[in-house]
């Protein structure tokens, strides 16, 4: 019993550090390609006519953390507000660097 706990902790410990080692691409997968398209090139009316390919990784930061605190959007930036406000300033700089490398 004690070698099953054993080898359980060891898988959780790997789990975690490889979920979050790939946190930024994990989370966009999950969150975001839905509308924007895994490698952010869907521009349609799911993304509002935006496109997330060809974004700096300051350009992208700056957009996010703009909806976050209610300073940046479009017409439809209430999508974009209330996804964001539950993104920590680790969580939007990792999602930044995914998106600035598409
Ligand atoms: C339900 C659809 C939807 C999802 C899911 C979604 N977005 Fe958006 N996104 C939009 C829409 C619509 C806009 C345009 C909003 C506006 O009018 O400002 C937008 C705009 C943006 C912009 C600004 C683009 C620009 O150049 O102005 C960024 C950056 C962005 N989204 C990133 C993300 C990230 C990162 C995620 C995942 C955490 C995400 N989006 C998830 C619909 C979505």
Redo the contacts with the bound molecule.
């Keep these: 019993m004690k070698q099953l706990i054993f080898a359980l902790s060891i898988c959780l410990t790997f789990g975690v550090t490889a979920a979050f080692a790939d946190g930024g691409a994990d ?2 997968a999950k ?2 390609s ?3 398209g895994a490698d952010g090139s869907k521009a349609s009316g ?3 006519g ?1 496109m ?1 390919k060809g ?1 700096s990784v300051d350009a ?1 930061k700056g ?2 953390m703009g909806y976050r605190d209610g300073t940046y ?5 209430k ?2 507000m209330r ?2 406000s539950k993104f920590s300033d680790q969580e939007i700089a990792e ?1 930044a660097e995914v ?1 600035g490398g598409f």
Aim: with cysteine; aromatic share 4%; hydrophobic share 45%.
């Design positions: 989370l966009y969150r975001c839905k509308c924007h799911a993304s509002g935006t997330l974004l992208a957009k996010l959007g479009g017409a439809k930036k999508i974009m996804l964001t999602l998106i």
